[in-house]
């Protein structure tokens, strides 16, 4: 059944593309001949200043919400992704504990890197409590 579903999954990866060209290929075959048979379109006239000036006051402000929002997301996400936790380390035979503060995003697995730089990577008889700030 697992194979099954691979071989599923290998075969909609690779028709699934060739679907979507082929699908834009006879959207554009269609409208090319569509616009071959309409009438010829105005001739262009740029804007004027006026209407540049007041054309879309609601998508400038829409805009610029958006990116205030998408800049305070994308703030928050890097200051939790750099915060500094508390990483005990239990040695499970002996019981010792050893105390490191490190980044958040240094924590992987079974290594990390401490805010001095130093490299650690855990034993097979040791376990990794982290505390996470508020």
């Known amino acids: 059944m697992d194979r099954l579903h691979r071989d599923i999954r290998m075969v909609w990866k690779i028709l699934l593309p060739i679907v979507v060209v082929g ?22 006239k ?7 000036a007041h054309g879309h006051p609601r998508l400038f402000v829409a805009g610029i919400v958006l ?10 996400h890097y200051q939790q992704a750099h915060a500094v936790v508390k990483v005990r380390v239990v040695n499970t035979t002996t ?16 290594t990390f890197h401490t805010v001095d730089g130093r490299l650690v990577t855990l034993s097979d008889v040791e376990r990794m409590e982290i505390e996470y700030p508020e």
């Open 95 to 110: 019981q010792e504990v050893t105390l490191f503060e490190a980044p958040r995003n240094s924590v992987f697995r079974r």
């Open 67 to 76: 990116l205030t929002g998408l800049g305070v997301y994308g703030w928050r």
């Open 46 to 52: 740029p804007p004027s200043v006026r209407e540049m």
């Open 23 to 44: 699908l834009i290929y006879l959207w554009g075959r269609h409208h090319g001949r569509r616009a071959a048979n309409a009438p010829a379109p105005p001739p262009w």
